[in-house]
Every structure is written in structure tokens, then in C-alpha cells.
């Protein structure tokens, strides 16, 4: 069976704390590979911003999109929380946002692709330009 599934996800921290910079940010990417692997899922394409994360996802038909990014979002943030919040004073395990936002992607990937690609740059030049105001 051949399938074509692929969704545009924005997933924010808790809060929309700026809290995706320096060590965090280095590990977030391969703890939320590592996830997507165990359940087959594949993470096309990810871009980190200092407040969200943009990801192209490819889910499995044997699974639901809900389930796809519901169980990402929780195993990711037990990964995060052990490996490098684990000596920091936080309680309970939250460490994302209980929405996210999705969209399929269908035959136009590469605009979505490009979008995800661009996005970085786009907010850079916009708080550049607060600034010099």
C-alpha cells in the first residue's frame, strides 16, 4: 500500500516562554527525532524558534494525527524534563502547550517546506526593524 501523508504542526512551550535558546534548542531536535522513530513517524523537515517549533510530519495510516502529535508532544516532554531539566526545580512533567496547530500539506509541500525554511529569517528582520523604531 502506497501513502501520502504529510502535515504542516506548530507546537509552542508552555506559556510561550522563549525557552527553545542555547542547550535546550541543541537537544530538542533529537529528542523529538528519537520520538517520531518509535512510532514510525517521520519528521521531513523541523525548524526551532526561540517561542515554537514548525515540523513536517509524515504519519503512519495506522495511526491518527492526534495520536501522532499527542504522543510526540508527551514523550518529548519526559525526554526534555530527564535528560536536561533533571536537575533544575520543576514539578510535573509539562513542557508543551496543550494545543498545536496543523495542516496537511498535500501536493504543495515545497511551498510549506520553503515557509518553514524562510520563517526564521522573516521574524529576525521584524524584530530588527521594532528596534530600530
Not at 530538542?28 to 525548524?47: M, S, T
Request: a positive charge.
Amino acid at each position: 500500500m502506497r501513502w501520502d501523508r504529510k502535515y504542516h504542526v506548530v507546537i509552542i512551550p508552555k506559556y510561550r516562554k522563549r525557552n527553545l535558546y542555547g542547550k535546550l534548542r541543541k537537544h530538542v531536535g533529537e529528542l523529538l527525532r528519537e520520538v517520531c522513530r518509535q512510532r514510525g513517524i517521520d519528521l521531513l523537515l523541523g525548524h526551532l524558534m526561540p517561542d515554537h517549533i514548525h515540523m513536517c510530519l509524515s504519519i503512519p495510516l495506522k495511526h491518527s494525527v492526534a495520536f501522532g502529535i499527542g504522543f510526540t508532544k508527551n514523550k518529548n516532554a519526559v525526554r526534555i524534563h530527564r535528560q536536561i531539566l533533571a536537575n533544575k526545580r520543576v514539578t510535573g512533567l509539562h513542557f508543551w502547550s496543550r494545543g498545536y496547530c496543523v495542516s496537511t500539506v498535500g501536493l504543495d509541500e515545497e511551498t510549506i517546506r520553503k515557509y518553514i525554511r524562510e520563517r526564521e529569517a522573516r521574524e529576525k528582520r521584524q524584530r530588527e526593524l521594532q528596534f530600530e523604531s
